[in-house]
């Protein structure tokens, strides 16, 4: 089956200690992306990524970081998360570029930092 | 930055009522994306609109993409409770097909 994971889809954590959200898909596409959502501001980009090693910043990467080194895996680091960053988290993926593609949905990872 | 608004936040139908939600772009996009997110769920693709005054149908919605290409419409024809959830639209720039803005969408609820 065609799909997009994440892992955890539940995260507790404090202020400071170091958590990953790990982003699968077995679709081969080639572009991916992580956005959160945030009640009465929609989904915004934090960081996408159009192939292995390429990625870019999107709207709001302040306290994130990403890397790319499988076509199939896109993690999003927090090296110090702070309750700001508390939110859903939806990874994507697209064939192309995710503005000209149907972009694909994971489950989401909803994140709480104390 | 760019931005993408949408109007209304919020509404409320009864059944068989029709829905519209609006979304506009302080910016010429190069295309637009809809996406509908059911209560707990993920956001779904519905359909992307491309040209100029790009009309578009799938059963009762109905996407339309603005002449200038700033804004754009879904309607939905005598909604039914599964329509419920939240409608975002999505757009990227021509300079920029990577980066997605999307609206803050428009939550709808059906009441029966």
């Known amino acids: 089956e065609a799909q997009v994971t994440q892992n955890p889809r539940y995260l507790i954590t404090v202020t400071g200690k170091k958590l990953t959200v790990t982003c699968s898909q077995n679709m081969n596409h080639e572009y991916m992306s992580w956005y959160r959502q945030d009640p009465g501001l929609g989904l915004r980009q934090i960081y996408y990524?159009?192939?292995?090693?390429?990625?870019d910043k999107g709207d709001v990467p302040e306290g994130y970081k990403v890397s790319r080194k499988e076509k199939r895996n896109f993690p999003l680091i927090l090296e110090s998360p702070s309750p700001n960053q508390t939110s859903l988290y939806f990874c994507?993926?697209?064939?192309?570029?995710?503005?000209?593609?149907?972009?694909?949905f994971g489950p989401g990872t909803r994140l709480t930092v104390t | 930055g760019q931005q993408v608004m949408q109007i209304p936040q919020y509404q409320h139908v009864q059944e068989g009522e029709d829905f519209t939600t609006y979304c506009n772009s302080s910016t010429t996009l190069s295309n637009i994306q809809w996406y509908k997110q059911r209560p707990g769920g993920h956001p779904v693709f519905l359909i992307q609109l491309v040209k100029s005054g790009e009309v578009k149908k799938q059963k009762r919605l109905t996407f339309q993409f603005g002449e200038a290409k700033k804004n754009s419409s879904l309607h939905i024809t005598a909604t039914q409770t599964t329509d419920v959830g939240t409608y975002f639209c999505?757009?990227?720039?021509?300079?920029?097909?990577?980066?997605?803005?999307f609206g803050p969408g428009t939550s709808l609820s059906v009441i029966p």
């Open positions: 999505a757009g990227s720039l021509i300079t920029s097909y990577d980066k997605v803005i």
């Open positions: 994507a993926s697209s064939l192309g570029q995710g503005g000209t593609y149907e972009q694909y």
């Open positions: 990524s159009m192939n292995v090693e390429v990625t």
